[in-house]
């Protein structure tokens, strides 16, 4: 029981390499989700640090205030007080005081630490690095969140992640002394969802108001003080110490946090201390035994081997004096071509940006549109909405959920329905990589005043795939994004938009690194609805969409405008292959 600078004591789990009198450096998880290691418990069998383990460290895990086994109250993504506040505490004066602990009181250790760990364990970990212990000398927040609001677990540029929001929370707050699981009375959670009924339902139907972060989502549906707060893009402006990134292009939780905290640390980073690691990943799955294929996706290698003997490189440098091959500023794979690539510079420098425009009758193409009219146009209905991935939809963390590899599904699923625009080129007479971050460039109209659109940038394989004629035909989405068109203008203020009026939404895809190989076809996919991992729009303008009542949900026709005047389009970086 570490105590911390307020007198709360938490729990922590040490474990030391046994009968040796060397000094080892020590590394440090920080979890909301139990710390506690059961008496069969053997980190040498643990993939994700057993090559660490081998050679020499202490493991640390401790459970974060208010949590499992720790004193104190447990407060979802805590600010950064101390920033502001020298009196109060956070994640990162937790991680100070505990590493201040451990150095003093831990036996053989070097006076070395370093801070790791994925998803929530990435958030204290990247919290770690701000006015860090002078004896932390390094950290890998991996799946981190940067922000709740734009674009990490509980929304995506405004549009909120109803069932991951309704369910994690759940998990996280019900019980301190453990995680939970909703209990819901059906498997497939589509209808469930469905019948569910308008967000207001959610706390007198099931929560009672009990839950912290439910309650703070319906009140503060827009990007107010309370989100910008908790965001570490405000707060977290430079690499203190050496920090490396690491993600998964896949990641069905925290896709965009290491990929902007790199980018926004980059601007500040005079010392060279700012590394990033890219994979194709669902969440955390680099700490698994393989990491070969997610999916139906084959990476022809075992990613996740890789990755670990990259992460052991980078402690054994920073915490041991190890110096092999220095780790390159960027790793990333890339997918198609399936090979592992260093950058020097991320994006790369020489990507040349081609736009991949919708083209009216169906297909895109680098061409852009011609006419001044030319537009497709689907009734999207919110009583009806389109699936985010095949049925059924099981709850998020239940044994046997699809929830992790739903982001390489196969759309042909959706490509039939009327409410799905799609549009297809021609078959690539050479391979096409594409390296860099994607951005959708839409120009659409409503007959509502609100709605929602999810664009998919998808590799389509050959009709007789020859590689693998399972394939064949196969709509693998390389990258998938929502935005919530009342934000178009703003976050902080959204605005209802004028029915009939188009305006331009542009979306970020994230970063990519992908080669659409010959034979291969481009698509661009975009619908109005992606149920229930985002709530349904009303598509009627509503000041706060958690309060909005059954009669609000209105069909509306969506038109996305393809021709000279006004053109939708993908932005591209294209490399040399």
Known sequence: MIPMRDGVKLFTVVLSPANTTTAFPIVIQRTPYGADV???????????????????????????????????????????????????VDESTDAYDTVDWLV??????????????????GWTALDATTDPHPALKASSPQASPADWFLGDDMHHNGAFRLSYGFEYSYMVENDKEKNSSFPFPQYDLYHWYLNLGPLKNVNPTHFKNRLPSWNNFAAHPNYDSFWKRQTRLSSILYPQIPILHVGGYYDQEDLNGPQVMYSQLEKRDTSNRNYLLLGPWYHGQWAGAKGDSLGKIDFGSKTAVYFQDMQKRWFDFWLKGIEKEKLPEVTAFQTGSNTWKSYNAWPPKDAEIKRLFTQADGTCSFNKPPGAT??????????K????????????????????????????????????????????????????????????????????????????????????????GYEFPVAMEVFRGRFRKSFEKPQPMVPGKPE??????????????KGHKLMIQIQSTW???????????????????????????????????????????????
């Open 38 to 88: 059961p008496d069969s418990y053997d980190i040498l069998k643990v993939p994700y640090v057993a090559a660490m383990a081998k050679e020499g460290y202490i493991f640390v895990f401790q459970d974060m205030r208010g949590k499992f086994k720790s004193e104190g109250l447990f407060e979802m993504s805590k600010p950064l007080y101390h920033l502001t506040d020298k009196t109060k």
């Open 104 to 121: 003093k009181n831990v036996p053989n250790n070097n006076g070395k630490a370093g801070i790791f760990g994925i998803s929530y364990l």
């Open 374 to 383: 030319a537009a497709v146009s689907y009734i999207s209905d919110p009583a």
């Open 385 to 472: 909405p389109v699936p985010y991935r095949t049925q059924p939809i099981e709850p998020t963390y239940f044994p046997g959920s699809r929830w992790k590899i739903w982001q390489v599904e196969d759309q042909r699923f959706v490509s039939t329905r009327p409410d799905v625009a799609s549009f297809t080129a021609d078959s690539l007479q050479a391979d096409l990589t594409v390296t860099g971050n994607v951005k959708a460039h839409l120009f659409v109209s409503t007959t509502g005043t609100d709605a929602d659109f999810v664009v998919k940038l998808i590799d389509v394989y050959p009709g007789f795939d020859a590689r693998n004629i399972e394939m064949s």
């Open 504 to 517: 331009e939404i542009v979306i970020d895809l994230h970063h990519i690194n992908h080669t659409f190989l």
């Open 531 to 577: 149920f229930p991992v985002i709530d349904r729009n009303p598509q009627k303008f509503v000041p706060n969409i958690f309060e909005a009542k059954t009669s609000d949900f209105i069909k509306a026709t969506q038109t996305i405008h393809c021709n000279s005047q006004l053109a939708t389009y993908l932005e591209l970086p294209v490399v040399k292959s």
